[in-house]
Nanobody, 122 residues
Framework: QVQLVESGGGMVQPGGSLRLSCTVS????????VGWYRQTPGEQREFVAD???????TYQDSVKGRFTISRDNAKNTAYLQMNSLKPEDTAVYYC????????????????WGQGTQVTVSS
């Protein structure tokens, strides 16, 4: 059984920072790409960032230069460092895994964690 547990969300003022964590179990973590999606009420889940097994990263244009995805295979954990946060970053953030890239949602395993809420507001 694949389990993904997101944490680290919270409320922060515009311009602030948060670091999200995703701990994965039930698979050989190091052979999977890991990524982050986000979702707001009434909207579909959208891609945020991906990191491959080789450490190559891909970002949604709106977060480039502000967000950094990383992974620690020894801890079966992925991270999303979020800097210079904007109100439009407000969403529930989810992590996912895939054989090649999480940028293509059809390549993901179909497993989603409970998500972690990020709220950027004054």
């Amino acid at each position: 059984q694949v389990q993904l547990v997101e944490s680290g969300g919270g409320m922060v003022q515009p311009g602030g920072s948060l670091r999200l964590s995703c701990t994965v179990s039930g698979l050989v973590f190091r052979v999977f790409a890991v990524g982050w999606y986000r979702q707001t009420p009434g909207e579909q889940r959208e891609f945020v960032a991906d990191i491959t097994t080789r450490g190559q990263t891909t970002y949604q244009d709106s977060v480039k230069g502000r967000f950094t995805i990383s992974r620690d295979n020894a801890k079966n954990t992925a991270y999303l460092q979020m800097n210079s946060l904007k109100p439009e970053d407000t969403a529930v953030y989810y992590c996912v895994v895939a054989i090649q890239t999480t940028q293509d949602v059809t390549d993901t395993t179909g497993d989603w964690g409970q998500g972690t809420q990020v709220t950027v507001s004054s």
